[in-house]
């Protein structure tokens, strides 16, 4: 019985191709949205927190604190507290701290021959590689030679080195760097390899020179702008942020958190994962209303379809059809409209999700519980908004349908 | 094997209240050809939807094959037009976007007849009319006769015990209504029950008896030489 409703349904259906498909489309857009939606938001979630975790996910970074709390950039005026000395005593006095790398960032004009370039110079030690876990392209990183002696050495980031030097081997070349109307001359030791983006810009338009040649040489300082902290292990990272922050409270005298601030790579994580979360739910959201919108336009052409077809049901009542032969016809119809129509957008969503993953460069993740929620309410809209058509057919008086012109 | 008691119907139209049918009594036996006749207005299209199980009687109790069937629901008038009622209506009603062969399975799919064998009685009613060539046909493809003779395959295909038939010959023209009555008369030779409504009384001719409705009341119940 169910199957010969089914055929009684499809074939309706089949005779007025047009119309259901008109009908279909607000829960084909609705399931497509969805399916694309769920599946680019996580292709986009897994891509970033694979970059951050390639990042280390042992990282801590610490920043002088802004005069008040999180918010605006770290301003390069802040409060002078972090010396070379201070990064060593946090190594000592913090157990799960592996390492602890200085660094001091500004930036400057490199010039080479006749191209220049600005460039973001950070002055760090010979861990800042190994940590980072960035590796070279060619030639070596500062080494403890190069911080004992302050020598003028720079290593080049992959697209620094190709504006400068274009397909030039820059190994070995003297370039110029002004900084601060004041003009010194490095020797190119190393070029990193390519990068890409990183959290705080393109690493690859960085340069990097001995942290001591940065203090003595160009900002005359003897503070850092900031220390990169390694725990021991990824399970020590939180551990690691405890021992850092009572140390600096402690050795900073500084109960109100003011003169530093802590960001570990896990925090970054969980503000992207909730940031990406809440996006998809806000755009799922709005799949969901394009579904129920879908829903009425079912209804809508259900009724029609009931009304056009009164006499339809006055025969079929006349030669047996109970109420609930009439009702489930009906009903499949309309189930048969948002499954096909449910079918149809997970189709063109996956085809849209993969389009964008191309697009966005990340792997195509389609969640089976996507497709299941959205086809599932898809045929749940069907049901619901089938139902009162459904029962309007089925009530009709087999005389008055019969009448019914 | 027909019992109809006192019937009675009211109708609500509007704010007026119609007695359509005002206390009809008559009893019908098996194998009878019997007409019913009036002008319109007289009840008889509200006498057939009754008879037919397709209404409810206001008063008065109808019994068909033993059973009183003036007060029960819905669902089980719709069990009995399906197993015990074949209709054959003036506007043919076919279901047009099918098939004459699906049209005919139509009261054997309600009645859980399987597919393989509901094909076969509709085939084989099919070609007790004489349409075995137009089963792949649909009701737009075909002449107004041969509709109506598929309509009464369709009424036949499940064994009724009572062949209801309204003005079946209204939208034919002669020759073809001709041809009509003509199988409604082989049909009562072979021993169904037959009721038929008609304005017509050529039509009506072809009947045994004639139980002619006005206002809503018997006028005359006269049983007639058949002609044929």
């Not at chain 1, 499809?10 to 498909?21: A, E, F, I």
């Not at chain 1, 896990?266 to 979360?277: E, F, G, K, Y």
């Not at chain 2, 499940?158 to 062949?163: A, D, H, S, T, V």
């Amino acid at each position: 019985m169910f199957f010969e409703t089914l055929k009684i349904a499809v074939n309706s259906l089949k005779s007025n191709k047009l119309r259901t498909l008109l009908s279909m489309l607000g829960i084909i857009i609705g399931v497509g949205a969805v399916i694309a939606i769920v599946s680019i938001g996580s292709g986009a979630r897994e891509q970033i927190t694979s970059n951050i975790s390639n990042l280390g996910s042992n990282l801590i970074n610490i920043f002088p604190g802004t005069s008040r709390g999180w918010g605006g950039r770290i301003s390069a005026s802040s409060e002078n507290v972090f010396t070379l000395k201070l990064a060593d005593d946090i190594k000592k006095l913090c157990p799960s701290v592996k390492k602890v790398v200085p660094v001091a960032q500004g930036s400057g004009l490199l010039i080479a021959g006749d191209v220049n370039v600005q460039a973001n110079i950070v002055g760090t030690n010979a861990d800042y590689q190994e940590v980072n876990n960035y590796n070279l392209y060619q030639g070596q990183f500062i080494n403890s030679d190069d911080l004992e002696s302050n020598l003028n050495v720079i290593v080049l980031g992959s697209q620094l080195a190709k504006d400068l030097f274009n397909s030039e081997n820059p190994l070995g070349k003297k370039i110029k760097l002004n900084y601060k109307d004041k003009n010194y001359l490095f020797t190119v030791i190393g070029v990193m390899e390519e990068k890409g983006g990183g959290l705080t810009g393109d690493l690859d338009d960085r340069s990097y020179i001995p942290i001591t040649t940065y203090m003595k040489k160009l900002s005359n300082s003897r503070y850092v702008s900031s220390y990169l902290a390694q725990a021991n292990s990824s399970q020590e990272a939180s551990s690691a942020l405890g021992e850092i922050e009572y140390f600096l409270i402690k050795n900073l005298d500084d109960q109100d958190k003011e003169k530093f601030r802590l960001l570990s790579m896990d925090q970054i994580l969980d503000t992207v994962n909730s940031v990406t979360a809440s996006l998809s739910l806000m755009l799922g959201g709005i799949a969901a209303i394009s579904l129920l919108v879908g829903g009425i336009g079912i209804m809508n052409i259900m009724l029609v379809s009931v009304t056009e077809r009164t006499r339809e049901i006055g025969i079929r009542k006349a030669l047996g059809a109970k109420r609930k032969n009439i009702m489930s016809q009906f009903l499949i119809e309309a189930l048969s409209l948002s499954g096909l129509g449910g079918i149809i957008g997970i189709i063109l969503g996956w085809l849209g999700a993969y389009f964008i993953a191309q697009l966005g460069k990340w792997s195509l993740v389609i969640s089976l519980s996507s497709v299941l929620l959205a086809f599932g309410f898809a045929v749940a809209i069907g049901l619901f908004f089938g139902l009162y058509p459904a029962m309007k057919a089925a009530k009709m008086d087999p005389v008055e349908a019969l009448s019914y012109e | 094997m027909l019992e109809i008691k006192k019937i009675t119907k009211v109708y609500k139209m509007g704010e007026v209240l119609v007695n359509a049918l005002r206390g009809v009594s008559f009893h019908i036996n098996k194998g009878q050809f019997v007409a019913i006749m009036g002008p319109s207005g007289s009840g008889k299209s509200t006498l057939m939807h009754i008879i037919g199980c397709l209404d409810h009687p206001t008063e008065g109790i109808f019994i068909m094959d033993g059973e009183d069937i003036s007060k029960v629901n819905d669902n089980k008038l719709a069990e009995i037009r399906n197993k015990k009622i074949g209709f054959v209506f003036q506007q043919f009603n076919l279901l047009a976007r099918t098939t004459i062969l699906y049209n005919v399975e139509v009261p054997l799919i309600y009645a859980g007849v399987n597919s393989k064998k509901r094909k076969k009685l509709a085939e084989q009613a099919l070609e007790n009319v004489g349409l075995s060539n137009r089963l792949k046909h649909r009701p737009n493809e075909i002449s107004g006769g041969e509709i109506q003779r598929a309509a009464i395959a369709r009424a036949l295909v499940n064994n009724p015990l009572i062949i209801l038939a309204d003005e079946p010959t209204g939208n034919l023209d002669s020759k073809n209504g001709e041809e009509i009555m003509k199988i409604f008369n082989k049909l009562h030779q072979e021993g169904h029950t037959i009721i038929m409504v008609t304005h017509e009384l050529e039509v009506a001719k072809y009947a045994q008896r004639i139980i002619h409705l006005h206002d809503g009341l018997i006028e005359k119940d006269e049983v007639i030489e058949n002609v044929f």
